[in-house]
């Protein structure tokens, strides 16, 4: 169906979010192939920052495939409160009654997904220039064993490779960047194009499924 042309974001309840709940690897990689939006926004549970997230947030598979394919880093960091207090919740729950355009650092420290905020923005680190962490979510990553090589990075100028990157891509866009095809023909030595495509974090390309957290 998807090589004869079926739209993998026009059903009601997305057929990525499904593939990702169901923890298939290889269903995932061929919608993503075939143009699936990997910064869908789901209707149930509203949040700041694209949902396919919340599914792969225990593991790192699933999260650098995301990110991979485009996923919109910035919107986790986009913390309006900053530096200042944030509300808590009274149930410290995660429904449907209680999310309402929900920040990713008010998901992150809850009480039993804190204990991977630092392997999961570490790896996002990856993905993004320079960026600011809210108060909230810097108290909890405080605690976490990454915590020093976080801080580093943060508070540390980013590569110009690193920069150059994120720059071709951001031109790119991300049609182009899932699209073999594309890739093929684009002027560049073969090296600079995996290194544009993230392929030393492609762990499902290189059949490393040890990444669940």
């Known amino acids: 169906l998807l090589n004869a042309g079926a739209l993998p974001n026009q059903d009601p309840i997305n057929c990525l979010q499904i593939a990702l709940r169901m923890g ?9 192939r075939h143009g699936a939006n990997v910064n869908y926004f789901c209707r149930v549970n509203t949040t700041h920052f694209p949902s396919a997230l919340q599914y792969a947030l225990k593991d790192e598979v699933m999260l650098r495939m995301l990110m991979n394919y485009g996923y919109d880093v910035h919107r986790c960091f986009d913390c309006p409160r900053g530096n ?6 009274v149930t410290d729950g995660w429904t449907s009654t209680v999310i309402k355009d929900t920040m990713f650092c008010e998901v992150i420290t809850l009480s039993w997904l804190k204990h991977l905020s630092g392997k999961v923005v570490r790896v996002m680190l990856d993905y993004v220039d320079h960026v600011n962490i809210c108060w909230k979510l810097e108290a909890v990553l405080k605690e976490q064993e990454l915590w020093p090589d976080i801080n580093s990075i943060l508070t540390n100028p980013r ?7 994120l720059k ?14 594309f890739m093929t023909f684009l002027p560049l030595p073969n090296c600079l194009k995996d290194y544009v495509l993230y392929k030393e974090y492609d762990l499902y390309g290189q059949d490393n499924f040890i990444g669940t957290y």
């Open 24 to 32: 298939n690897y290889e269903l995932m990689n061929l919608l993503l």
């Open 84 to 89: 200042s207090s944030h509300s808590q919740y």
């Open 159 to 165: 590569s110009l490779k690193h920069l150059c990157r």
């Open 168 to 181: 071709i891509r951001e031109c790119m866009g991300r049609l182009r960047l899932r699209c073999p095809v």
